[in-house]
């Protein structure tokens, strides 16, 4: 079930939301799976990626999450550590000035995870009018 979001607030009023949980196994994972959708006028001040259970390819596991093309302007190949539970957290500034999709996408080489599992959070405020 995609998260819907009731009103964000106003301005300088920051709201925590659950954009979704993603899985090793999910359909198309690879390519970028939707999350939510964000509705125009927001800034992304804060990602979180609560690994649940380790992510268990033999060589990499990336997992990345974003609304731009390649899937990584929230949650960049860098930012969380998919092998190891725990929660994964970036600050961030990135404005959306129109409504956008935000995606998930997990990568990996060596033998094939048979695990993992993350839920995302994203704090936002609205763009001030």
């Known amino acids: 079930m995609k998260p819907q979001y009731p009103d964000l607030g106003t301005c300088n009023d920051v709201k925590m939301l ?3 949980t993603v899985n090793f196994d999910d359909t198309d994972i690879d390519e970028g799976v939707e999350l939510c959708e964000l509705p125009a006028g927001i800034i992304v001040t804060k990602a979180v990626a609560k690994v649940n259970t380790a992510f268990n390819a033999a060589t990499t596991n990336v ?3 974003g609304a731009n093309d390649d899937v990584n302007d929230l949650l960049g190949s860098d930012d969380v550590t998919e092998g190891t539970a725990g929660a994964y957290i970036v ?3 990135v404005q959306y000035d129109e409504a956008k999709k935000v995606k998930a996408k997990y990568t990996q080489s060596g033998t094939a995870a048979t695990a993992g599992s993350a839920d995302i959070y994203l704090f936002v405020v609205r763009i001030p009018a």
């Open 18 to 20: 659950y954009a979704g």
């Open 63 to 65: 997992l990345t999450v």
């Open 91 to 93: 600050n961030k500034f």
